[in-house]
């Protein structure tokens, strides 16, 4: 690793915040409705989807016990804000005097979720703007709002300058008409960098990533089934994808560089790096943008000898020989590109979306992670067509068999997938030795029909 990421277990602080959440839900009968209703119909936890929760001074003093410091960030009336710098735990604003109890959720759009839970409450904050947000429900001393953040993490709402807007609608049409197949990934990755500065230019680092990746993953969404089911179930409570854990990008050697590059631009910060000891064979690079809460999983084919050295900042030369991800890359392309992202990791409840999916006739792979703070498992990959300009491509390099490109011309090969995560303790890592496995037992040459 490049440095010494253990990331500590908070199973006192997840257990506190949880209690009082279970208070909360007692008193607000909407709230819990809701949450029950996350669970049926979406398979997920009602803790997920929160942003932040507004307790009293009382809390403050065993919420710092356990790890929890003040957090940087702009509030209305200087009021303190706490959150815990190495888990993925809700933050918490501490109140004054005897405000009572509320809870902020975070879909991906108010609007859609008005819509759906056929509110009657005004949105405050223009839309577009860096913060809106909308009373759900109230009762009993208690208080359920829903925030929309668009490249902002503190809680003061702003007016949004005509100006402004102009540039957001450009900024995401920009991203939206972004040319994904290029002459050459050189061309392409050139091509995609002059609108990521031009983006910057009009909106700044923080929604030009919080645009890029919305549309990576409607794109990436528009070419798996399983993102399909789930992104419909939950848009019937108006959530959106508000409960990513992590994207997930799978590049050559010779492009790698040149992805974190971009990843940079965007505000990204880089966090542990992977690789896979002695078996050799792949890396990883994980990057987290901390304002708008994204964090990338960063693949690609490694050799024993480049473990040693920072491979996200090194250019590395073609290899004679392709790992699981630089022959997924070959068949498919960049994910940056044509590809797009191996897939999304959303955080669920494990059991019940695993078996609410089936139902929906998704199925779901064997899990790579189950621990009782980690468990992991991918959807049944989707199956692609190759395109044969691809398979001649490595033909003439001697990456691939005849026999073999046959096959995959004939078959296709493993694309994308969805992946079912729940973390407890606030557990913000990976486990190394699992992503060892998914990405052995995911290589398109284990994922042909018998012959």
């Excluded at 949450?35 to 507004?54: K, P, S, Y």
């Excluded at 003093?61 to 356990?66: A, I, Q, T, V």
């Excluded at 925030?147 to 450009?170: H, K, M, T, W």
């Excluded at 606030?426 to 037992?441: C, H, L, P, R, W």
Aim: proline share 4%.
């Amino acid at each position: 690793m490049s440095e010494p990421f253990d990331w500590p277990l908070a199973f006192e602080a997840e257990n506190f915040l949880r209690g009082r959440i279970s208070t909360f839900l007692e008193r607000n009968s909407f709230a819990r409705r809701v949450a029950g209703r996350m669970r049926e119909e979406t398979g997920t936890d009602f803790f997920e989807w929160i942003d932040h929760l507004v307790l009293g001074p009382e809390d403050e003093k065993p919420l710092r016990e356990f790890g929890l410091t003040r957090a940087a960030v702009e509030t209305a009336n200087g009021e303190t804000v706490l959150c815990h710098p190495r888990a993925t735990l809700p933050r918490v604003m501490i109140a004054r005097g005897e405000g009572g109890m509320s809870v902020a959720l975070r879909p991906e759009s108010v609007a859609d979720l008005v819509a759906a839970l056929s509110l009657d409450s005004p949105i405050e904050g223009a839309p577009y703007s860096r913060l809106r947000r909308v009373l759900v429900s109230e009762g009993k001393g208690t208080r359920l709002e829903a925030l929309e953040r668009n490249g902002y993490g503190g809680f003061v709402l702003a007016p949004l300058e005509a100006s402004d807007l102009r540039n957001i609608i450009q900024a995401r049409e920009l991203w939206r008409t972004r040319r994904r197949d290029c002459a050459s990934e050189a061309e392409g990755f050139s091509a995609a960098a002059g609108i990521l500065e031009e983006v910057i230019g009009l909106v700044g680092p923080d929604l030009a990533c919080q645009y890029f990746f919305e549309e990576e993953r409607r794109y990436w969404e528009s070419r798996n089934r399983a993102a399909q089911v789930q992104k419909r179930r939950q848009d019937g409570l108006g959530l959106g994808w508000g409960n990513h854990d992590h994207h997930t990008f799978r590049s050559s050697r010779e492009r790698f560089v040149d992805l974190i590059g971009f990843l940079t631009r965007l505000g990204f910060e880089k966090r542990e790096r992977f690789y896979a000891g002695a078996e050799a064979g792949w890396g990883a690079q994980v990057c987290e943008q901390a304002t708008v809460g994204i964090v990338v999983f960063a693949d690609v084919d490694l050799q024993p000898e480049e473990t040693r050295i920072d491979f996200s900042g090194a250019r590395l030369a073609p290899a004679a020989k392709l790992g699981t991800v630089g022959l997924w890359v070959g068949l498919h392309g960049e994910s940056l590109m044509h590809a797009g992202m191996h897939h999304l990791e959303a955080r669920f409840d494990f059991e019940l979306a695993r078996a609410q999916l089936e139902r929906q006739g998704v199925r779901t792979m064997k899990p790579f992670s189950d621990f009782e703070f980690l468990r992991q498992a991918f959807t049944e990959g989707e199956r692609w067509p190759v395109r044969e300009e691809r398979i001649d491509g490595l033909l003439r390099q001697g990456l691939i068999t005849k026999e073999l490109g046959e096959r995959f011309m004939r078959e296709g090969a493993l694309g994308s997938h969805l992946e079912n995560l729940q973390r407890r303790g606030g557990y913000k890592g990976f486990n190394q030795n699992a992503v060892s496995v998914i990405i052995s037992a995911t290589d398109p040459r284990k994922n042909l029909q018998a012959a």
